[in-house]
């Protein structure tokens, strides 16, 4: 029985004692290790004649994220998002300094919708007054890329897109 109590009093002092390190934010043993950040990865595009270097997102955090806090886009580089399966996504304007055209792919990889030319919205706006934007019906992928791209390089509805 004494060596009960021993033993008890020995695992009381260790919580406690580890209490009050991670109360002082100090941990001893890594529970969860995090992962690295991954560096951004780029995929090739082309519609019609015109090739576009995409950063790909595919992750519930990447997605979330997108474009938001960037302060620019260069011309010849876009944003692609793929989801795991068809749906209606909505996208907002949350954090954008820019505006940007915003094309919906189908799971065959054809436009089917194009908003172009979405202004970012101004800082005075609360999250709750954002527009969000929908595609016309499910899409698998969606395409971010500069304001007046889409026109620029005559992407149209019905376009096929190249995934390389």
Do not use: C
């Not at 109590?5 to 580890?18: P, Q, T």
């Not at 001893?28 to 015109?50: C, N, V, Y």
């Not at 500069?146 to 005559?154: D, F, I, L, V, Y």
């Amino acid at each position: 029985m004494r060596d009960f109590i021993f033993l008890l009093l020995i695992f009381i002092s260790i919580l406690i004692g580890a209490y009050w390190l991670a109360s002082r934010g100090i941990v001893l043993i890594p529970w969860r290790t995090p992962a690295p950040s991954p560096l951004p990865e780029f995929m090739r595009l082309k519609i019609g004649p015109t090739a576009l270097e995409a950063e790909r997102v595919q992750t519930l955090e990447t997605r979330a994220q997108g474009l938001s806090g960037r302060e620019n886009l260069p011309e010849d580089q876009g944003m692609i998002f793929i989801f795991p399966e068809p749906g209606n996504y909505g996208f907002w304007m949350r954090q954008m300094r820019f505006p940007l055209d915003i094309i919906w792919i189908s799971a065959e990889k054809k436009i089917i919708g194009i908003e172009p030319n979405i202004p970012p919205p101004l800082p005075s706006t609360p999250e709750t007054e954002l527009k969000i934007y929908y595609p016309p019906e499910a899409v698998q992928y969606v395409l971010e890329g500069n304001a007046g791209w889409s026109e620029r390089h005559q992407i149209r509805i019905g376009d096929l897109v190249i995934f390389e």
